[in-house]
């Protein structure tokens, strides 16, 4: 049995197709668009921890760590990390695509002021500070459980050796219709805009200069400290 944790913005996607495929369909989907169930599991998986320990192979979702640290203790504990920053801003990127994609609607709506906020240009460092949270998401999914403990730990921006270490170590092997190639999955250039002026309207909102960058990156000592870490982590067995 093995639990993802899956990291906004993290390759968990992708990865989540290729296990699914691998383990022939028996993964167990685990996503809340609110994360409103991120940290309490559901009283029926519960119910039936021993029955879905033998049927699927994995548990994979937007979720915390603590959500089944006690549900499955016995299950791998995997997930997989990306720099901070780099994260951070895909984060930003995909909020502000989901507002210009929507903004007819946003605009009627008095309960989205984030979403306006972005519309109207806010901007990366005011966008982080909109929502404390987005910065330590890395530290937060993964809190309760020492990093050099989680049983398998990919670094996206290392993700080809880390793949190949993880099906020789598990004995996984791949059986997705994608076999032979290593492609992203809901990155940057699935995006697709209703019109070139909307598409400028994207790149024009979500324009980002190095200072903004370097500010961010010292905003978030303990996301850069773990990244590190796991980059140390792998690095020692690749």
């Known amino acids: 049995m ?21 383990s022939d369909r028996r993964i167990l989907w685990d996503y809340s668009a609110d994360y409103s169930t991120a ?38 504990f995997i997930t997989c990390v990306r720099h901070p920053v780099n994260r951070i801003i895909s984060q930003f990127k995909h909020e502000v695509y989901d507002a210009v994609r929507h903004e007819a609607s946003i605009g009627a709506q008095a309960d989205d002021p984030k ?8 901007g990366l460092l005011e966008w ?5 949270s987005v910065g330590n998401a890395q530290v937060n999914h993964l809190a309760g459980r020492r990093l050099q403990d989680y049983d398998f730990v990919f670094v996206q921006e290392m993700l080809v050796p ?4 993880f099906c020789e170590r598990f004995s996984f092997k791949r059986k997705d219709p994608l076999i032979g190639s290593f492609p992203s999955l809901n990155s940057a250039v699935d995006r697709t805009f209703a019109s070139n002026a909307q598409r400028r309207r994207f790149d024009m909102l979500t ?8 500010q961010i990156f010292l905003l978030i000592p ?17």
Request: charged content about 20%.
């Open 162 to 165: 880390c793949f190949g270490k």
């Open 115 to 122: 979403a306006r906020s972005l519309l109207s240009g806010c």
């Open 39 to 76: 940290l309490t599991p559901d009283h029926d998986i519960v119910a039936h921890a021993d029955f879905i320990s033998r049927w699927f192979w994995g548990v994979h979702g937007h979720f915390y760590y603590r959500k089944y640290a006690d549900v499955f203790p016995q299950a791998r």
């Open 128 to 132: 982080f500070h909109f929502d404390p």
């Open 222 to 238: 303990e996301e850069v400290a773990l990244y590190e870490n796991a980059v140390r982590i792998v690095s020692s067995v690749l």
């Open 2 to 22: 093995n639990v993802f944790i899956h990291i906004p913005k993290t390759a968990g996607t992708f990865l989540g197709y290729l296990f699914d495929h691998g």
């Open 207 to 214: 324009e980002i200069i190095q200072s903004q960058r370097e």
